[in-house]
């Protein structure tokens, strides 16, 4: 259920956490449907999944991840945040609705070790269109928000997510940026002045517009951290890496899911005849 200090939150610091968003079986099936799938080198498919890097020291992005069964489905409409990410995206009674509420336009897994991090990136201050903030007329009109979904307990040192609050109205880039940026000197955000880390415990889910400046700590502790992250923008929008959904996904999904999935029927659904 959305409330008026979520609505308050998210405009004044562009993030929520929403504790418990998942049960503890919940996790138990999405880590297991993790588990499934055999180690690769990045750019190589296991089913329609593919393992992407961004980087050399990022990570391992289980790219389509939403493929990978049941419990990775029922994230696309999941009950503990479809109605504020439907706020906050917002566009009802517009022409941003045409095709439905939502479009996800990049769903994955992020599997990270020790000395393994994402440098900072986004800020009000770029005004990318993509994942803007905006509230106009009264309402959230946001370009992305995401949901990043802990899948192990993410404390000190186990490489937490990291935003600075408030900073999706920035109009000024932070001063530690170029050097904490993605690829930069450091490439995470320890120690960026105004940052914070999300620490969460495993099922508990991180929603934020992507406009926040944020990236991760480095992981130094041993093991790894899992997340999930699935991004939500209006109904028209495309896929971000261009991949595009299974047919046997569309056939499975539910009529609502499979809305978010491919808002847009594809035409022509046959090849026509010239005439
Ligand atoms: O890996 C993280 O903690 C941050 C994820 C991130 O940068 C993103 O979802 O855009």
Known sequence: MLTDMDIYLFDLRGYLI?????????????????????PMKHGEWFGYI????FGDDEGT?????YEAGEPFERLIDHPSWIDKVKHFV??????DYHHG?????????????????IGLHSGGHTGVKRNQFRFHNGRFQCGQVNILIALTDIGPGDG?????????????ENPDFEKHRMGGEESSVDNV????EAQMKAGDALLFVDAISHGSAKRVNPGERRIVVYRYGPSWGNFRHGYQPSPELLERL???????????QILPREPQKQV
């Open 18 to 38: 929403l504790e418990n968003a998942l049960t503890q079986d919940e996790v138990a099936a999405l880590n297991a449907g993790i588990d499934a799938i055999p």
């Open 61 to 65: 992005n289980l790219q389509q991840i």
């Open 101 to 117: 509420p939502l479009f996800i336009d990049e769903n994955f897994a992020n599997l990270r070790g020790p000395g393994e991090a």
């Open 50 to 53: 593919q393992s992407h890097t």
């Open 193 to 196: 002045t105004g940052a914070i």
């Open 160 to 172: 937490a997510t990291m935003i600075i609050p408030g900073s999706h109205k920035a109009n000024f």
């Open 90 to 95: 917002g566009g009802e009674g517009t022409f």
């Open 254 to 264: 539910t009529p609502e899911r499979r809305k978010i999935v491919q808002p847009l």
